[in-house]
């Protein structure tokens, strides 16, 4: 059999055959509220997508390097390995960066240098003149310093600069007046948006917005714009969403190829660079090796979706000076994708999937849109001025953390799935730890200050989870309970008992009765006179939320843990109820 015809065997399936199957496989369930997703941009994720959604969707036959860059900019998936370098002096910053070299890191970023004159420049680059660079926190000085340098001597490989291109568009003009090949002296800082709160529409648009007024001002001042376009790079924030991060940077290159269109550039020069790095938001600093999953999970998004240089976080850079171990792992996860999995040897994996197609499509058209609406107020800087910008990534951050409080929003090892034996005070820099605003922090905050409680001579409280009565129901709400207590660094203990007389007696600090609602009432009828018997005041605690709880209140339970309990809230009344004091 021909393997051409291999499929002929298996007949197509029509959307109204899946359909059917699928009312029936719900047995009556609401289709909405179970397959249906509502994201925080607002788009309606369907349970699954097939060849017929991508009618309409512009662009699907463009190669990979060709216009408009929906399938990328080169004819391959290849990218650049970039390690961030932290050390400020000029020379320790070499060393380390001829190390990461040696090590297989293709381009350096030096993230903190300092560099005040053309000597200290000069100590900084030596020997790395076929290695691209990257200088995050360049000034208008060092630009000028690296431009004459740059005119002075050959250099073989790009450089560039994280010069926020919009700070002084007269500067900004006066470099581009004076080209050197292989500089790109500009970034524009999507990866601050991501950081902050925005959803992937507003990353989008908001770092359309920047690109336009950057253009427009090169373009009122008689500029060519095509030498604009290539002296700018975008950098991007890499989040946990996987498939809206590819289709993220996928709709980006595609929505800058049409800005550039619209200012008469069109073919090669509308190429967008993109610089990734695994988001920041997302690191903890409790079960921290979790970062090196989520890092490999969001160098996999970036390079998938087309970034051209990729820096990977080391796992303990949010608490902690990374040290050579964090540095090497980071470095390798980029190896290890490049080298033994291959990424790069195909451009545009991800094409072709309807999924990401479709993502593909709604996040270049709704983040055109939001680029329209921040032009129509005037543009990106006055919108950033007047404190626009800034109102909208508060909003989506009080979202984000509300998620995250409530566990809507899921970061593995804090809070939820806690390690309960994991100890982090000892390793932990605090002021390292809050220098970026990140998800896990509160609920980190609430951890280290039981450790704190512990180290400074105070117990550590106990919380007995006692199972009682129906096997399935006491199970779900003791391992719902005990995760929920976990992620508060209070110590678990979780029991089955056959008389209420038992738990009355179990040593600990706070006592979670584990059952089903009907058999609560029960419970508690016998359980608090045999705690009275014995003279316990432990609280008790209920894991569900019964229709008889204000009974169950009335007869001396303490509390109730539930679903729509606020973890926050809650564990941090009991920390202070059992006495824990920061």
């Known amino acids: 059999m021909a393997t051409e015809h291999l499929l002929e065997e298996f007949p197509p399936v029509s959307r109204a055959a899946w359909e059917s199957t699928i009312a029936r496989d719900l047995k009556g369930a609401d289709y909405e509220k179970k397959l249906i997703w509502r994201s925080d941009e607002g788009l ?144 524009i800082r999507a990866d601050k948006f991501e950081e902050a709160g925005a959803t992937v529409v507003e990353e989008i648009g908001f770092a359309l917005a920047a690109g336009v007024d950057f253009l427009t001002a090169i373009q009122e001042r008689g500029l060519d714009v095509r030498r604009a376009a290539a002296a700018v790079e975008f ?156 109102q909208i990534l508060e909003h989506g951050m009080a979202a984000r953390e509300k998620a995250v409080a409530g566990r809507r929003r899921v970061l593995v090892g804090t809070n939820q799935f806690a390690n309960q034996a994991e100890q982090a005070l000892e390793r932990v820099d605090e002021q390292r730890m809050h220098e970026a605003r990140r998800g896990a922090r509160t609920h980190e905050d609430l951890r280290l200050r039981t450790e704190k409680h512990v180290s400074a001579g105070g117990k550590r409280p106990r919380v007995v989870f006692a199972e009682v009565g129906d096997l399935k129901m006491r199970m779900a709400r003791s391992t719902f309970a005990s995760n929920f207590f976990a992620c508060g660094g209070f110590e678990i203990e979780t029991r089955q008992f056959e008389w209420p007389a038992e738990i009355a007696a179990a040593d600990g600090d706070l006592i979670v009765l584990c059952s ?5 009432a029960e419970l508690v009828a016998k359980l608090m006179p045999a705690m009275k018997e014995l003279g316990r005041s432990t609280p008790v605690i209920v894991a569900g939320n019964p229709e008889n709880a204000d009974e169950l209140a009335a007869a001396g339970i303490a509390d109730f843990v539930h679903v729509r309990s606020n973890p926050v809230e809650m564990l941090t009344e009991w920390q202070e109820r059992l006495g824990v004091k920061g």
């Open 235 to 390: 950098c991007f924030a890499i989040g946990a969403n996987y498939f809206f991060e590819i289709a993220k940077l996928r709709a980006f290159r595609l929505t800058w190829a049409r800005v550039l269109e619209g200012f008469g550039v069109a073919g090669e020069g509308a190429g967008a660079r993109i610089a990734a790095r695994t988001s920041r938001w997302n690191e903890t600093v409790y079960d921290p090796h979790v970062n090196i999953l989520r890092g490999t999970t969001e160098a996999m998004a970036a390079i998938l979706g087309g970034a051209d240089a990729v820096t990977v976080a080391p796992f303990d850079e949010c608490y902690r000076q990374p040290d050579e171990a964090s540095r090497r792992l980071a470095r390798n996860t980029q190896l290890l994708l490049k080298h033994e999995a291959a990424f790069g040897r195909v451009a545009d994996v991800a094409g072709g999937s309807y999924y990401v197609e479709v993502l593909t499509d709604a996040f270049a058209h709704d983040g055109w849109k939001r680029m329209q609406e921040i032009e129509a107020l005037g543009g990106y800087r006055r919108a950033r001025a007047d404190g626009t910008i800034a």
């Open 516 to 520: 089903s609602d009907a058999g609560y």
């Open 44 to 187: 309606v994720i369907k349970p699954y997508y097939r060849a017929e959604d991508l009618n309409g969707l512009a662009c699907l036959d463009a190669a990979p390097g060709e216009f408009p860059y929906r399938r990328g900019v080169g004819a391959s998936g290849d990218w650049q390995i970039r390690e961030e370098i932290d050390a400020a002096d000029p020379k320790e910053a070499n060393v380390a960066a001829h190390a990461a070299v040696g090590a297989g890191a293709e381009g350096i970023a030096f993230s903190n240098a300092l560099v005040k004159s053309g000597a200290e420049l000069e100590l900084l680059l030596a020997g790395l003149d076929e290695t691209p660079v990257h200088v995050e926190n360049a000034n208008e000085n060092l630009i000028r310093t690296l431009l004459e340098r740059l005119i002075r001597r050959s250099r073989a490989a790009e450089t560039s600069t994280g010069f926020d291109a919009l700070a002084n568009v007269d500067f900004t003009i006066e470099v581009i007046a004076a080209p050197t090949a292989g500089f790109v002296p500009f970034t």
